[in-house]
């Protein structure tokens, strides 16, 4: 391969062409990279500065509200009032402190007081003057959508709340001056008497997180009380979260000691009313590497743009401002992977033309090998004689692609000489091992013609040797028949290309066909047959299917005994009624009629033993599953109430049906429930849900509560003489399994918190290729 021409003209092709351009595509796109992280940092940096200044003007604004508030308090409630006309409306009861009846809207206000309060003259007269602090509430409520609630709280523990809110939002004894909002307002918390901002906390009002603008005014030189406006996080967040940038972009406010006033994360907190939300975003918290630098520099009030390593998802990007006049930060948040696609997509699409240049040179390579086209020809002449049978040794002349293409056939030919002997001596073990496999062994083309046979079949046939049977279709040479045998699982292989078996009866017989495809490069080329007798074996599961069916008669005997009791002592009391009352026609044919509805109920409690007890193989039928299902729970009714099990049946549609041996579908059911009856000695519940599949069969689970199957014995259960009982047989769900199967189902069992049988069963008669089984 050293001598080469193809190769060394495509290397030489690349030297000249590819390496210089992947350097300078290299290049490019690191500069590429770094005008668009500068893009990323220029862009996420003002987005944080729109926002902050956005959050900074709402805020400030809901401030100046505050503090005219406080000030017009101050006026109101220093204005002279006559307690005695306070307004009756205003009462205590058991379902208030003190407020208004309960209206349910927006357009009013409310008052409270603690129970521990007395309603003094001198309360009286705050509540009859902040009467004049509703419409101011209202106007702000109106005008600015931020706003939750508008509120005042006087120094003797007087609440005026606008919009209305329930008088149970607040215990009676609760104490307004003890709450978050009046103690940041007043005192050493607040020694300058203006608007503050309170940190997140959760509202009385069912309002979820919230943060409130304080105020408190005076009356006389001394405290009246506070003012307050309350500003949900959740409307917060929708004026400073209205942009998406993939799906990690997101904005978040904290405090310059690092305390968080708003992160996405924090909303979907639940706490106790009045709760306060003490997260910091770097205390006590193992934080990325990176995180800290950046959070520290959002409580100096500085702005910025930053990266951070995310343990969850990579590189992360925090550009920041500040909310100056709050001493607050806001961030802005996103993944560097999601943010930053254009570097990316010029990347792909530079390494992309290196690729389609990668490819023209391969395409050139392929023009260029042709022109050694013609000392391959002369190659091909002299090898060609080995497909003749000659495996002969090529002469090789040089040591290039010509060279070594004739060394490989030179092995080539000496392989195929030994592989060939190799295939000869296997034909020959494969007739030894067909004529020693019991019945009839064939191999069949794909329209059902003979291309080989065993002697088993040879002998069946009556012929001399197999070249007889050879090109002869299977069905007129077996059967004499013209086309192929109902049921013939050859077509069904032709038609899925899957192995599948069935039983035919021929001459008072029952024979076992299987056919199992043979492929050639994905194509179905033969199918091997298999032929045997199995009339005794049917006939003993036959016996053994009816011998566990009247084993399972007998166990009913006794509870169908204690059924006919029932309508038998009826009938007693009927016929004693009858001669008491022949004079009285109505009672007499009352007498009747009980009797006629008690000899029906006897007649199909036998006709129900006697069906299912009569030993037969019919023809397949539509089967109705409500009757059936009914037919069952008759024959086991006595155990069921004796074990206090309650049975629930759920039909998906009415009527559904299932097409099968009527005898055989009976044993399989009664064989399923009375396990289940079994299986909850103590009582339980038994399920039976039926309905229509994708594949329009009929599907029916069985579900008790019982002691559920061991998962090691899953695979098990179905194999025959395997039980767990102490006196079973373990013949009972292997005879099921056998069944199932006759009738073209499939069952299966699993433990998902409840033990379940799933029957899949012909819901109709279906064409000869459905009904094959595989």
Known sequence: ???????????????????????????????????????????????????????QKDLKNIENQTANLAQWSSYVMSQPADPSSLPAEYRRDERMVLG???????????????????????????????????????????????????????????????PYLENEAFAPEHDQKSDYFYTRAVGENNPEGKAVWTKPYYDYGGN?????????????????????????????????????????????????????????????LISKRGDQLNTNLIEGRDVPPGYREIVTSMMAGEE??????????????????????????????????????????????????????????????????????????????????????????????????????????????REISEYTASLIYGKKQLETVLNSIGGVMMLLKPDFSISMINEMG???????????????????????????????????????????????????NIYEITSYPVFENDRLKEIVVHSRRITEQVMLERELFHSEKM????????????????????????????????????????????????????????YNVLDFSKPSWTEKELINVKSLIEQILLLVRQDLVKRRI??????????????????????????????????????????????????????????????PIPDENLDRIFDPFFTTKENGTGLGLWIVAKEVARNGGTIEASNQGLTQFKLILPGKEESDEDNTDD
């Not at 009286?124 to 709280?153: C, F, G, L």
């Not at 059967?479 to 009866?505: H, I, M």
């Not at 309508?567 to 007693?572: D, R």
């Not at 629930?648 to 009375?674: C, M, R, W």
């Open 1 to 55: 391969m050293k001598k080469s021409f193809v190769k060394r003209t495509i290397l030489f092709f690349i030297a000249i062409c590819l390496i210089p351009f992947l350097v300078y595509t290299l290049v490019f796109v690191n500069k590429t990279a770094d005008i668009e992280q500068e893009r990323i940092n220029g862009s996420l940096l003002m987005i944080a500065q729109e926002k902050a200044a956005a959050l």
């Open 100 to 162: 208004r009846e309960p209206d349910h809207t927006s357009e009013k206000s409310n008052v409270f007081l603690p129970s521990n309060v007395e309603l003094t003259p001198q309360i009286a007269a705050e509540i009859i003057n902040s009467e004049r602090m509703e419409e101011p509430m209202k106007n702000i409520r109106q005008q600015t959508p931020d706003v939750t609630y508008t509120y005042m709280v006087t120094a003797n523990g007087l609440l005026r709340v606008f």
């Open 208 to 268: 979820g997180w919230i943060i409130t603008c304080s105020c408190p005014y005076y009356v006389d030189g001394e405290l009246g009380g506070v003012v307050c406006i309350d500003v949900s996080l959740k409307t917060l967040a929708e004026s400073i979260a209205d942009f998406r940038i993939g799906n990690s972009g997101f904005a978040f406010v904290i405090t310059n000691d690092g305390d968080v006033i708003y992160h996405p994360d924090m909303m979907g």
């Open 304 to 413: 910025g743009v930053a990266p951070y390593q995310n343990k969850e998802d990579g590189d992360h990007i925090i550009a920041y401002s500040s909310v100056k006049t709050l001493n607050w930060s806001l961030g802005v948040e996103v993944s560097q992977a999601e943010y930053s696609v254009g570097s990316d997509y010029i990347t792909q699409s530079f390494w992309t033309l290196i690729a389609a240049l990668l490819l023209a040179c391969l395409i050139f390579a392929f023009f260029l090998s042709r022109k050694i086209t013609l000392p391959i020809k002369r190659l091909t002449s002299d090898v060609s004689k080995i497909t003749a049978g000659e495996f002969h040794q090529v002469q090789v002349d040089s040591e290039d692609e010509i060279g070594m293409l004739g060394n490989a056939f030179n092995k080539m030919s």
């Open 458 to 508: 040879i002998k069946y046939l009556g012929i001399e040797d197999a070249q007889q049977a050879r090109d002869q279709k299977c069905h007129m040479t077996f059967f004499g028949l013209d086309e192929p045998c109902k049921n013939c699982p050859v077509r069904n292989t032709l038609e899925s290309g899957a192995a599948c078996r069935c039983e035919l009866v021929r001459d008072q």
């Open 551 to 606: 084993a399972g008669v007998g166990q009913m005997v006794a509870g169908i005994t204690h059924e006919l009791k029932n309508p038998l002592a009826v009938i007693k009391g009927a016929a004693y009624l009858l001669k008491a009352n022949r004079n009285n026609k109505s009672k007499f044919e009352e007498a009747l009629e009980e009797i006629n509805s008690s000899v029906a109920r006897a007649e199909k409690l036998i």
């Open 646 to 707: 309650n049975v629930s049946v759920a039909l998906a549609q009415e009527p559904l049906y299932i097409y099968g041996n009527g005898d055989s579908v009976k044993h399989i059911f009664l064989n399923i429930v009375t396990n289940a009856v079994e299986a909850m000695p103590q009582g339980g519940e038994l399920s039976i849900r039926a309905d229509k599949n994708r594949e329009d069969r009929t599907e029916i689970v069985f579900s008790n509560t019982g002691e």
